[in-house]
């Protein structure tokens, strides 16, 4: 039995867009199943109290571990403003003017991850996001039933999420 003044804030984890939502995975009648936050609009769901998730859920939710750092607060981040610029001139070339390139990373959102973090879910809806990689290395993972694969290998300079922007397909 949960009292209505507590049920309520409970049912609004599961109901907003959080940008990041740490939960507690540890499953049993004190912790949270992965299961039930399937349909969270959370934009990242990272599990914490748990060594491993399920197959099921490897690919859609990501594992806090230590040394994992998240952002809570951006800092400055004005030092990665030229190499979003080096980047997109790379893959652009002179087709695009230097003013265009700088409107788009003077628009650009930085976000950090962390390795094995899971950044977009297969069938999951797009959200018209492109990620450009700046640093380090990210795996594109395809899951079934039983099995997670890696499918391709992607490193710095290299774009994520671009075919479900251009092709405005919606799903990933």
Same mark, same amino acid.
């Given at each position: 039995?949960?009292?209505?003044?507590?049920?309520?804030?409970?049912?609004?984890?599961?109901?907003?867009?959080?940008?990041?939502?740490?939960?507690?995975?540890?499953?049993?009648?004190?912790?949270?199943?992965?299961?039930?936050?399937?349909?969270?609009?959370?934009?990242?769901?990272?599990?914490?109290?748990?060594?491993?998730?399920?197959?099921?859920?490897?690919?859609?939710?990501?594992?806090?571990?230590?040394? =994992?750092?998240?952002?809570?607060?951006?800092?400055?981040?004005?030092?990665?403003?030229?190499?979003?610029?080096?980047?997109? =001139?790379? $893959?652009?070339?002179?087709?695009?003017?230097?003013? $265009? *390139?700088?409107?788009?990373?003077?628009?650009?959102?930085?976000?950090?991850?962390?390795?094995?973090?899971?950044?977009?879910?297969?069938?999951?809806?797009?959200?018209?996001?492109?990620?450009?990689?700046?640093?380090?290395?990210?795996?594109?993972?395809?899951?079934?039933?039983?099995?997670? =694969?890696?499918?391709?290998?992607?490193?710095?300079?290299? *774009?994520?999420?671009?075919?479900?922007?251009?092709?405005?397909?919606?799903?990933?």
């Amino acid at each position: 039995m949960v009292r209505s003044e507590t049920l309520e804030p409970l049912k609004a984890l599961y109901e907003t867009r959080f940008d990041l939502l740490i939960a507690d995975g540890g499953a049993g009648p004190l912790h949270g199943d992965p299961a039930e936050f399937t349909t969270s609009p959370a934009e990242r769901i990272v599990f914490v109290h748990i060594d491993e998730l399920p197959t099921e859920f490897a690919a859609t939710f990501s594992v806090a571990s230590a040394g =994992k750092r998240y952002t809570l607060i951006d800092g400055d981040l004005s030092l990665y403003a030229a190499l979003i610029h080096h980047y997109l =001139k790379i $893959w652009i070339g002179d087709a695009g003017p230097n003013r $265009w *390139l700088r409107s788009l990373v003077t628009n650009a959102a930085i976000k950090n991850y962390n390795q094995d973090d899971v950044v977009l879910v297969q069938g999951h809806e797009s959200k018209g996001y492109v990620y450009l990689i700046l640093t380090g290395y990210c795996s594109v993972v395809h899951q079934d039933e039983h099995d997670i =694969k890696t499918v391709a290998t992607l490193q710095a300079g290299d *774009l994520v999420g671009e075919m479900a922007a251009l092709t405005d397909l919606g799903a990933r």
